[in-house]
């Protein structure tokens, strides 16, 4: 079985962000970068495919400058993806979601996979439309959000958390599958399994290489700007809770008005 | 002096080290850093769970729990050489590992011993058969180990232990009696290496089955810090142990005693930078939220001054540890890792920088307690209740001027072991003193200072130093002759003189590469904090070797050198008060420790 992960590098969530004036472009350079949280429940659960069965091979798949193929090596080769493919290339620099899914549909076809494991979203931009667009490429079944996953005969069946319940679906492969908290505990790259994943292959690779076209943005973004300060907070001083509360509703109707 | 290509230990205090040859922190390569982030990982998704219990509820087993998951995560097989289940790393990653897993309190005790101590003299000195059947074990966990040489009536004078062996008739056993003290790990470990006296003389080490008839576990401890830390009494009542486990050669278990000392040293200088990081990582969110008389603790002058001088210390004490992880790899790159005596070889390296390995030892520990200390300072009375780390950190730093030899020992070491290796022609060290000796009661020579160039002052300053340091020596050695090591007043202030010394080369030599690599602008950070550590180092060593010459030296002769010492630690003073300012501020930004432009 081949299964592919599509992955993503994202600023850390703890990167303090230089913004001090609405600007057009973030100064990302002072950013730690990471594997999209989400991102790692599709490796481990591709590394658990892997482990429960036999001749699976995984591939992990990403869209990025040179920096990427750090996280690739530690967060994805290093638990246990036996390749990787990088695709840089200038021209994706300010790619929206459907161009990215245009581009990782391209890879995606190079090899007959069986399961396409993605994040359900990427924590940057959270966005989450690329591995729906790239199920709707390919003309794969989509199961978005999953939190169980068992595979039988051609078949897969996985459980989606709902609103109030679960809800249990069954679809033929391939497959794409979107991945959300709740489905595993995403494994720490052993010292010795970092070793061996600078031997593992990874290939970059071009737009051009993959034959395919970068289609115009859809979506622009046309600026970024801070959030409004934070006002002074205030503590209510009262005698007792119900004095407290009773300031604080006031409060909240004369000087807030939102009740 | 042989005609070694790399450096010798103690070589810098002769001659002169260029910026590119030096390691720094800088320049730890992918892989490190992918080992740095997965001992992070650890911490936080293994350790920090079982904080509590561990650290305030002194539950010791869990140690050994947590042994069991770091195994199989290879946390405790660097050192251990590849064709035995280990990965054979360089020093500098082990050091970086030690330094990672001290965020783990009372676990990072409990993984020295073990990673450490408990598996070195193994890889070091057992033979073939011994690292076969204990190596591969040790590297995953399986198997837990200690190592025992205190007892009741021998610490810090290790060799003069109580401990027996004596060979039984048939001569395929040794039978052991005594009693070992202070032992990490001792509560659930399997196997001890264990140091006796055969026959009542020959110091000897052996591996010793703690499962076997006679041994006997005391107690734990009720210890003042790393409460989580296993740490008990061995008693051996006529304990067989086959004539198999004697580890390395009968009498020589001082070589091996020593040797491993060296080790849990460099390790313990990493594992207490990141014990001083620690710190600072605790304290400085706070100083930004709290507020007195309006405004945010760390914007008061006093805080910001504690903040600045605890950094540019850690500093000092990082680019010490990791220059010396350098050196280490350069003089064991040297070896060939086909030679059957490889492991031993490498060992014997190590010891040629046991003054570094003592060195970083003192002053990285030392610089841990300031950190603990004045961090717990900054948070005032919440400083001193459990709700907050600091007073955790605070009592388990203690331990770390206690063990691997105590600072005192470790201080008379440094000037001794220069000593030796200049009498024994590896140092020319009493040429280079006489020269200097020369120098300071000559003619001064007064030339008109120009404009310094950048951290020229600091260069000058360093250089001064060192020349400090040979005429101290020098006359120590020439007024005492062998009685030097009865004077330890004047050991124990040339040590601190030889250690700042190093403390501010190394500061200077890293900021040097990194402004060489990145420029100046990216080296602001650094620059400042070697300018602040330098500049408190020269007044530190002006008054410490004013006292010196005037323990060696009298009448005229004092005079005269007091005057040159006047000379070559004069300066102007710099800008305290803004230098401490711009350092803090950056720690305050990062909200940890940083050297950061
Ligand atoms: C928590 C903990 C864990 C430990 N783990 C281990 C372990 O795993 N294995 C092990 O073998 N040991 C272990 N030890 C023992 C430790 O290494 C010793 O405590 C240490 O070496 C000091 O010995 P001592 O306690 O007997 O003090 P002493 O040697 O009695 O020293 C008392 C004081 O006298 C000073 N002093 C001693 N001799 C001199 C001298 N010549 N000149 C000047 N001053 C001197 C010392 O510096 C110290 O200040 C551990 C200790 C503790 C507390």
Redesign the interface.
């Known amino acids: 079985m081949k299964i592919a992960v599509c992955v993503k590098q994202v600023p850390d969530s703890e990167t303090r962000i230089n913004l001090a004036a609405p600007t057009a472009e973030l100064d990302s350079s002072g950013f730690t970068r990471i594997l999209n949280p989400y991102d790692a429940y599709a490796v481990e659960e591709a590394v658990k495919i892997k482990e429960a069965g036999s001749d699976v091979e995984i591939t992990a798949i990403t869209i990025g400058p040179d920096t990427v193929k ?1 996280t690739l ?2 967060d994805c080769l ?1 638990v246990g993806c036996d390749k990787a493919l990088v695709i840089t290339d200038p021209a994706l620099d300010h790619a929206d979601a459907a161009a990215i899914a245009t581009v990782l549909s391209a890879a995606l076809k190079k090899e007959p996979y069986d399961l396409v494991l993605c994040g359900f979203k990427a924590i940057d931009d959270d966005n989450g439309q690329v591995p729906i667009l790239i199920a709707e490429k390919l003309g794969m079944a989509h199961v978005s959000t999953i939190t169980s996953l068992e595979l039988g005969e051609g078949t897969l069946t996985a459980h989606r958390e709902i609103e109030g319940g679960k809800e249990i679906v069954q679809a033929s492969m391939p497959a794409v599958l979107t991945c959300q908290k709740g489905l595993n505990e995403p494994r ?8 061996k994943a ?1 031997m593992k292959p990874m290939e970059t690779v071009t737009c051009a290489d993959l034959g395919v076209e970068v289609p115009a943005n859809l979506v622009q973004i046309k600026q970024y700007s801070p959030p409004p300060a934070r006002g002074e907070c205030k503590l209510i001083d009262a005698e007792d809770p119900a004095a407290a509360a009773r300031e604080l509703a006031r409060l909240l109707n004369e000087e807030a008005k939102v009740i | 002096m042989s005609d070694k290509k790399y450096p010798t230990g103690g070589e810098f205090l002769l001659s002169e080290t260029a910026p590119a040859d030096v390691f720094t922190p800088e320049d730890f390569n992918e892989t490190q850093r992918m080992f740095a982030t997965t001992v992070d990982g650890f911490v936080e998704k293994y350790y920090q769970p079982l904080m509590e219990e561990i650290e305030y509820q002194g539950n010791t087993k869990l140690g050994k729990d947590l042994l069991k998951e770091a195994g199989p995560m290879g946390l405790l097989m660097a050192d251990i050489p590849e064709p035995y289940g280990g990965m054979g790393s360089d020093k500098a990653t082990i050091m970086l590992i030690s330094e990672k897993i001290s965020a783990a309190g009372s676990f990072a005790v409990t993984h020295g011993a073990q990673s450490g101590i408990g598996t070195l003299p193994i890889v070091y000195f057992g033979t073939d058969e011994q690292k076969q059947e204990y190596l591969p074990r040790l590297a995953t966990g399986e198997l837990i180990s200690c190592y025992a040489l205190t007892e009741p009536g021998s610490g810090s004078d290790a060799l003069a232990a109580a401990t027996t062996a004596v060979l039984t008739k048939d001569g395929k056993h040794y039978i052991l009696n005594g009693a070992k003290q202070y032992i990490t790990n001792a509560g659930y470990a399997d196997i001890v290496i264990l140091f006796a006296k055969i026959d009542g003389e020959k110091f000897t080490g052996f591996i010793v089955d703690l499962t076997s008839d006679g041994v006997t576990i005391g107690p734990e401890e009720k210890k003042m810090g790393i409460k989580g830390s296993s740490t008990c009494p061995i008693i051996l009542e006529d304990v067989k142990v086959p004539v198999g486990n004697l580890l390395g050669e009968i009498g020589k278990g001082h070589h091996i005693a020593f040797n491993i000392l060296n080790v849990g040293r460099f390790k313990l200088g990493a594992s207490t930078v990141g014990g001083a990081k620690l710190a600072m990582v605790s304290a400085l969110p706070y100083t930004k939220q709290r507020k007195q008389f309006g405004q945010p603790l760390c914007e008061f002058g006093l805080i910001r001054r504690k903040i600045a001088q605890v950094a540019a210390t850690t500093f000092a004490a990082e680019s010490m540890v990791y220059r010396t992880a350098g050196l280490l790899d350069v003089a064991i790159a040297t070896l060939d890792k086909n030679d059957p005596t490889y492991d031993r070889k490498s060992i014997g390296q190590v010891e040629e920088f046991g003054i570094e390995c003592s060195m970083i030892k003192v002053f990285a520990s030392e610089a841990c307690a300031l950190a603990a200390e004045e961090c717990l300072q900054m948070l005032g009375g919440y400083g001193y209740c459990q709700e907050y780390p600091l007073e955790r950190i605070y009592r388990d730093e203690r331990i770390n001027r206690i063990f691997e030899g105590t600072n005192e020992i470790n201080r008379m070491l440094v000037p001794g072991m220069i000593m030796k290796k200049a009498l024994k022609g590896e140092l020319p060290l009493l040429q280079a003193a006489m020269q200097v000796a020369e120098e300071m009661t000559g003619l001064p020579s007064f030339t008109e200072p120009g404009e310094p160039g950048y951290l020229e002052a600091e260069g000058d300053t360093v250089a001064n130093m060192k020349k400090v340091v040979l005429a101290v020596l020098g006359l120590a050695a020439q007024k005492f002759g062998a009685g030097l090591k009865e004077q330890q007043g004047v050991l124990a202030d040339c040590a601190d003189i030889i250690m700042e010394t190093y403390a501010s080369e190394s500061a200077l030599l890293r900021t040097l590469k990194r402004a060489a690599a990145e420029g100046e602008e990216a080296a602001a950070g650094m620059a400042d904090m070697t300018r602040l550590y330098v500049h408190d180092a020269l007044d530190r060593v002006a008054v410490l070797a004013r006292n010196v010459l005037a323990d060696t030296v009298d009448g005229d002769e004092l005079r005269t050198y007091q005057a040159a010492l006047r000379r070559l630690s004069k300066q102007d003073g710099v800008p305290r008060s803004k230098l401490h300012d711009r350092i803090a501020e950056r720690q305050i930004t990062a909200e940890e420790y940083s050297v950061q432009a």
């Open positions: 750090e090596k530690k290093a720490l790259p052993s010292l010795p399994n970092i070793m600078g």
